[in-house]
């Protein structure tokens, strides 16, 4: 999956000796990754040898081993062929224990202080991942990393300002007073990023109580009023995912005028009710009518243009947007193009709740391009290779034949993979769920290009198809809804079997006003448009009925956002369910739906 926690170290300089200091480093570690990856197993073996989930598997054995001065061969198979694959059902017993507040070394020899919280968006649930100092140190090591390479291509300026789009949520504390939360919270709480803020406090426009409000509402005004307020300074906007970054210019063509008013008056709009959120902004703005006025005449031009190119000319001297567009991000590639204009698109990198996978060390391809050098230091890596049962029709994912698991330094270009994982924070061989391919090679460690989820999303019988299946299908629908000037501003999707046949929902959220008989050919398209081979069968054979399309009223999806924030997610974490079975926010889109149509039959 893509990565739970935001940018938020940057470079000042092309010839900064730091940034030369870390390439230097990573080129290193990935010229002898292999080696690099042995003595990381051994590092965390030697760290959590004692703990009781290993001893489980080792028994007796454990004390007559050396794993200081084991062979490194020897050492790869012993534990790949003691440790079986797991799954997070099987460590979750471990981790709720921890959670219920177990002190002994069940995991990790580390105290675990801190759970994380997944965003639940993905697989439907929210999950604890143990978080320790080792997860925090990885975070703020990749982002100086990325931060290194991205300073060789789009070098930025001594004291200018980031235009950074995250957002915190609240903290609780589980039956055993563990902190938990999301894995951006954490980050934003921990002393690595208190020390950064320090460091680099005159490159950031909004302060620690911006942050950490907790109401991702209110944050993002504050975010975009003092994103204005520095706008020549501003050098780059970045947050998270794309979608939060489409989020916010969205609701910034609603508040424009009163953010306008605001520069000019000194002020703060009576939307911001929260006492320390309001001080910490007040004390940095002060009136300025000529910027509110210079901001105006571009919003009224911006209005005539339907907002393209807002982001490069509302900030002049930005050199790019940076944020998560893989995965169930490219959806929202091309509405962040049309804000951004000109602007490059870069990237950022490639991890998860559970760790940090690898760094994009192109930033100057596009994001449909991009890849991730995977950073050996980090965990130790497996990766099972993944064959198709048949090469004469498409089969998903989940009718991939599995072979038994490789180490890093074995994968094959162009070869199809699942990620297990190995980590410092308590998981061993751990499968992450996520399939990638492996498109290049930097120095010696694979460069992954993601590819989907492992999890099949929709299935009605013998169909199965994943988020990119779908994401491929909802592309060839809006083709024909784009040619209608009509824009998709999101949407998801619900295999219903409450009802003989089943048949599968899609459900839309359009901008622009568009013919039914054109919504029925875009319905008929995507139909017609999955090739899973079970569900050509079954719409032939009519085991699953014609799919249906509904289409949503405006801000339908964002009171789905809503919900989830309600219930403990992050702004800065949070992806739209493509695939959904959850009451509350079928409820909620079914509430919504102003429009139903129907593909023709099949064949």
Known sequence: MEPAVPVSYYSKSNGNHEHDDIIDWFENACENAGHVQTQTLRQILQLNYGVEY????????????????????????????????????????????????DKAPLLTQQPITTLSLSSGTTDGRQKYVPFTGHSAQTTLQIFRLAAAYRSR??????GGRILELIYSSKQFKTKG????????THYFASQEFKIKQEKTKSFTCSPE????????????????????????????????????????????????????????????????????????????????PSLASKIEGCCQELQNLDWCGLISRLWPNAK?????????????????????????????????????????????????????AVVPTFSYYEFIPLYRQKEDYHSAIDDFIEDKPVPLSHVKLGQ??????????????????????????????????????????????????????????????????????????????????????????????????????????????????????????????????????????????TKILDYFIGNGAAMSQFKTPRCTSNQVILRILNVCTIKRVYSIAYG
């Open 153 to 158: 291509v789009y070098p930025i300026r001594e």
């Open 54 to 101: 290993l001893k489980k598997w080792f028994g007796e054995q454990r004390d007559n081993l050396n794993i200081q001065n084991m062979d490194a061969c020897a050492l790869e198979s012993l534990f790949t062929s003691t440790v079986p694959l797991a799954s997070h059902a099987d460590l979750d017993p471990y981790i709720q224990r921890i959670a219920d507040g």
């Open 177 to 184: 007073g563990l902190a938990t939360g999301t894995a951006t």
């Open 416 to 557: 199809q993979y699942e990620i297990v994982l190995t980590t410092f924070t308590g998981l061993y061989r751990y499968r992450l769920g996520d399939v990638v391919e492996v498109a290049g090679f930097h120095k010696g460690t694979p460069k992954l290009n993601f590819v989907c989820r492992r999890k099949l999303i929709l299935t009605v019988n013998i169909d199965k198809n994943t988020e990119k299946d779908l994401q491929l299908v909802v592309e060839r629908g809006s083709q024909l809804l784009s040619k209608a000037g009509v824009e998709l501003v999101d949407f998801t999707s619900h295999a219903d079997i409450a009802n003989q046949p089943g048949h599968y929902i899609i459900y839309w959220e359009i901008k622009g006003e568009v013919e039914e008989q054109v919504l029925s050919e875009c319905c008929r398209e995507m139909d017609a448009s999955f090739v899973d081979h079970g569900y050509v069968v079954s719409r032939k054979t009519n085991s699953i009925g014609p799919l249906e399309l509904c289409i949503v009223e405006t801000g339908t999806f």
């Open 209 to 288: 109580e911006v942050i950490s409000s907790g109401d991702y509402k209110q944050s993002n005004y504050c975010h975009l009023l003092l994103g204005l307020f520095f706008s020549n300074q501003v050098e780059f906007i970045t947050s998270t995912f794309a979608y939060s970054i489409v989020q916010a210019f969205s609701t910034f063509e609603e508040q424009w005028q009163e953010l306008c008013n605001d520069i000019r008056e000194g002020t703060l709009s009576p939307r911001i009710n929260i006492p320390e959120m309001r001080e910490a902004v007040l004390e940095i703005i002060s009136p300025n």
């Open 320 to 372: 790019y947007v940076y944020s998560i567009m893989t995965g169930s991000m490219q959806h929202y590639l091309k509405k962040l193009r049309h804000y951004a204009g000109e602007l490059p698109l870069v990237s950022a990198d490639y991890g998860s709740t559970e760790s940090w996978i690898g760094v994009n060390v192109d930033p100057h391809l596009p994001p449909e391009n991009v890849t991730f």
